[in-house]
């Protein structure tokens, strides 16, 4: 609200904003790969490995969700309590995805199984990772956007 409108004829999407969306993508696709052939090379199942690749998926889309409160601020200077709507949000999507991965019913339904709390800790540190990420695009863009001025 404290930006103007967008002028109507400039692109939904700008250069920056893609450049965004393809470092996260390429982040998760690297990441999620990375874990399942680690846990594939440790003896875990192909279903194991998926549930890891889909929680990284969960847990990073999560992370990034505080990220994109701002183009421009990084989530560590807008503060992660500002928006309790979110962290509502996000409360109830770690209790579904728990849920997901650890209910009997969830485990059949979407062929999943429960994961080690290394998997879980390995899920948490690549998400926030991501999120350290993309502090740092926007710092270098803020930085970018100050010196040409």
């Known amino acids: 609200m404290e930006r103007p409108p967008r002028d ?3 692109a939904l999407l700008d250069r920056a904003m893609i450049l965004r969306i393809a470092l996260v993508g390429g982040y ?9 052939h ?15 690749a889909v929680n990284v998926f ?5 992370c990034y969700l505080f990220n994109c409160r701002s183009l421009n601020s990084s989530v560590w200077r807008l503060g992660f309590f500002s928006n309790p709507f979110l962290l509502m949000g996000v409360c109830i999507m770690l209790v579904l995805q728990v849920a997901f991965i650890h ?3 969830m485990q059949t339904l979407f062929k999943t ?5 290394e998997h879980w800790l390995a899920s948490f540190a690549v998400a926030l990772t ?3 990420l993309i502090a740092l695009e926007k710092q270098v863009s803020r930085a970018r956007s100050t010196n040409t001025r």
């Not at 969960?58 to 999560?62: G, I, K, R, Y």
């Open 103 to 105: 209910l009997p019913l």
């Open 113 to 117: 199984e429960s994961l080690s709390l």
């Open 8 to 10: 109507l004829n400039q």
């Open 130 to 132: 991501c999120s350290c």
């Open 38 to 52: 680690w846990v594939i090379s440790q003896g875990h199942t192909v279903a194991y490995a998926r549930t890891l």
């Open 28 to 36: 998760l696709l690297v990441s999620s790969f990375g874990l399942f």
């Open 58 to 62: 969960v847990l990073t889309e999560l």
